[in-house]
Structure formats: C-alpha cells, structure tokens
C-alpha cells in the first residue's frame, strides 16, 4: 500500500511526459504564469492610477489658484477703469472750470495740472493691471492645459486598469 501511494505520488509529482496529466500541469503552471502577470500589470496600471490622480490634484489645486489670482486681477482692473472713469470726469471738470474762470487762471492752471496727474496715475494703473490680466491668462491657460493632460493620462491609466481587469478575470476563467 505504502508504496502505491508513493508510486502515485511520485506520478503526479512529475508525470509522463505526454500524458494527459503532464498536459493538464503545463496547462496549469502556464495559466499561473499568465496570473501571475496580469496581477503585476493590475497592479502598475493601479499604481499609474494613484499618481495620475495625484497629479490631477495638484493641477487643480493650481487651476484654483490661477482663477483666484484672475479673480483678483480682474478686481484690479475694474479699480482702474473706475479711476478711469474719475481721471475722465476730473478732466471734464478742469475744462469746465477754465472755460468758467478764464479771468482766474491761475485757478484753472491748478485744476488742470491735477486732472494731468490723476489721468499719468490712472495710465500707469491702467498699464500695470494690464501687465497683471495678462499674466492671468497666462497662468489660467497653462492650468487648464495641464489639467487636460492630466484628465488624459487618467483616461489612459483608467484604461490600462480596465484591461488588467479584463486580464484577471480572462486568467481566472482559464484557470477553473
């Protein structure tokens, strides 16, 4: 007895080459082989995955930054076409005044000399938050671009995920 079980033992151990159980071994260390494999890329394709939504993170944390930054650039150049408007409204009051007061001259000299500086100190307003509106858009650009690559490598991860998936479940079926 001892020694049947020891010959069918050593029989499954390493079977007859071209037995069918010898095949149904290979069969079985190759499904193994092609498990073993789909798990790794399960798990790459995963780990893709985490670091792409990581980086989604991150694009849209400075996508938020650059609108706040647009926001507040925007809030700027409403204060100068507001000092615009002002420095407008002051030189038409200058004018008004000189043709008002041309006997007081010196009077509408004043006014006038004024309303130049207000309109230098609006145009120099003007053209910084200019400069400032424009690299917001900038910055807001290059967010959005990189928010797209990123929505683009999660497609791509999500895909691989997908297929190693499909991979797994295609091994388990040749398994059992």
């Known amino acids: 007895t001892k020694q049947a079980i020891g010959w069918v033992a ?7 080459d071209g037995s069918p159980l010898a095949e149904l071994k290979a069969e079985t260390v190759a ?8 798990m790794e890329s399960a798990m790459l394709a995963w780990q893709a995955f985490l670091h792409t939504s990581d980086q989604l993170e991150s ?19 409403k204060r100068f076409v507001e000092a ?3 420095a407008d409204e002051a030189a ?6 000189v043709l008002r007061a041309q006997e007081a001259v010196e009077s509408a000299t004043v006014g ?12 120099q307003a003007a053209d910084e938050a200019q400069e400032e509106v424009a690299k917001a858009s900038e910055e807001f650009e290059k967010a959005t671009s990189a ?23 295609e091994s388990k079926k040749q398994i059992t």
């Not at 050593?10 to 007859?16: C, D, E, G, H, T």
């Not at 694009?59 to 150049?77: D, G, N, S, V």
């Not at 309303?115 to 230098?120: Q, R």
């Open 84 to 86: 615009q408007e002002q």
């Open 147 to 169: 928010v797209t690559e990123q929505v683009e490598a999660q497609k791509g991860a999500r895909k691989a995920l997908d297929r190693a998936t499909i991979n797994v479940d």
């Open 59 to 77: 694009a849209r944390a400075e996508h938020l930054a650059a609108q706040t930054k647009a926001r507040e650039k925007t809030a700027a150049a």
């Open 112 to 123: 006038a000399t004024n309303a130049v500086e207000l309109a230098a100190a609006a145009k």
């Open 92 to 97: 038409a009051e200058a004018k008004e005044e």
């Open 10 to 16: 050593s029989l499954i151990a390493n079977p007859v």
């Open 31 to 38: 499904a193994q082989d092609v498990l073993i494999k789909t």
